[in-house]
């Protein structure tokens, strides 16, 4: 008996001991934090924790009891918020990697399901205008933030990061009514230990290609009748976007500038052709579609500044782009799409159209006229 009380006690200090040294470490990563953004104001959360290398999970978690609180971080929870962001009103949904970050402002309201139950495609998770495409199983931690912005007013939003901690969506409150929404979920999903169990996943290698299988992968490509069927089509090959690019053939994708990513966004403009733009990243695809207004550039990003609609892309992260043509009942789809120096994807354009219509003529002489990479 007195060996169990003096294990439990060891136990108990132990546990102490490793609180305190977590909340030091966190202190002094918060301390790191405070002093970067004295000397170089302006700085995002993102920017901020690569400077001191960290993820920027690890960054929001020195603020847990200071602003930050844990949720629960399990699928279950995801899908929960979600279907519960129209209580909080007009809201704003950012999704952003690392040169690309779009954002939309708007009403929420539940999802249009279908007779299944599913969401129905291009009705948006959270309602009207805000379009979003999980893939939560790379999901890890969600995070309630309550921070204090210029002129005395206090920002409200929940966060989602993969399970390496990098950011994966960020919804704000637009609208103070949403306050008592806001404050009811994290009291509902709130974790019950705000430690966070820190992990680390490697991402998977890509497979070789051999003559067969490239082979096989053109005969597949253009048996498509779907553009949908592409991202199902290379996983099954096992390989990236750009390397299915690579290898298809000049007649089905071919290499642009990355400076035409400004070209196309600009035209599109002055011609008044709607476009759907996709930003993603390892677990969330968000999605425009309409008329682009005004574009600027500025302090290093190539910008859309629309009500309710903003992109930004930072012009010295896209390198060059692609424009692909995949065949479809509807016609040749014409994408394009612009990477980065390691192959990751900025941003993804399509011309918009309704379902089932081909796209207009107007698009495809916008992208015929992209200059091409030598």
């Known amino acids: 008996m007195r060996y169990t009380k003096l294990m439990a006690a060891l136990l108990a200090t132990l546990a102490l001991s490793g609180n305190a040294m977590a909340d030091a470490d966190a202190d002094a990563l918060k301390a790191k934090q405070v002093a970067l953004q004295a000397e170089q104001p302006g700085l995002f959360a993102r920017d901020i924790a690569q400077k001191l290398g960290v993820s920027e999970a690890k960054l929001l978690a020195a603020d847990i009891g200071r602003g930050a609180t844990l949720l629960r971080s ?37 999802p249009k399901l279908d007779d299944q139950g599913r969401v129905k495609p291009g009705s948006g998770f959270v309602g009207t205008d805000i379009d979003l495409r999980f893939k939560m199983d790379s999901w890890g931690y969600v995070f309630a933030v309550v921070a204090p912005r210029t002129g005395g007013r206090t920002s409200r939003s929940f966060q989602f990061f993969d399970k390496n901690g990098e950011a994966i969506h960020k919804v704000y409150l637009n609208d103070e009514k949403g306050v008592p929404a ?9 974790a019950a230990d705000q430690k966070p169990d820190w992990t680390v996943v490697m991402p998977k290698q890509a497979k070789p290609l051999t003559d067969m299988h490239i082979k096989e992968l053109r005969t597949a490509w253009y048996e498509m009748t779907d553009v949908h069927e592409f991202q ?109 120096t390691k192959g990751e994807q900025v941003v993804n354009f399509f011309s918009r159209r309704d379902p089932g219509k081909e796209e207009t003529k107007v698009w495809r002489d916008i992208v015929a006229n992209l200059p091409q990479l030598q």
């Open 74 to 110: 399990d699928v279950a929870t995801y899908k929960a918020l979600f279907n519960r962001m129209h209580e909080l009103g007009r809201i704003k949904a950012i999704t952003r990697n690392e040169n690309g970050v779009i954002e939309r402002t708007a009403v929420a309201l539940p």
């Open 182 to 190: 806001f404050e009811k979920l994290v009291t509902e999903y709130k």
């Open 232 to 340: 199902r089509l290379i996983n099954d090959f096992g390989i990236s976007r750009e390397r299915a690019f690579e290898v298809i053939g000049t007649d089905a994708a071919y290499k642009i500038t990355g400076k035409s990513v400004e070209t196309l966004l600009e035209t599109a403009s002055k011609r008044e052709q709607p476009i759907m733009v996709f930003v993603s990243n390892s677990g969330m695809v968000q999605i425009y579609s309409g008329l682009i207004e005004k574009t600027e550039a500025k302090n290093g990003w190539f910008n859309v500044l629309d009500p309710d609609f903003d992109l930004h892309l930072r012009q010295s992260g896209v390198d060059h782009g692609w424009v692909v043509r995949r065949p479809a009942k509807s016609g040749t789809i014409t994408s394009v799409e612009f990477y980065d």
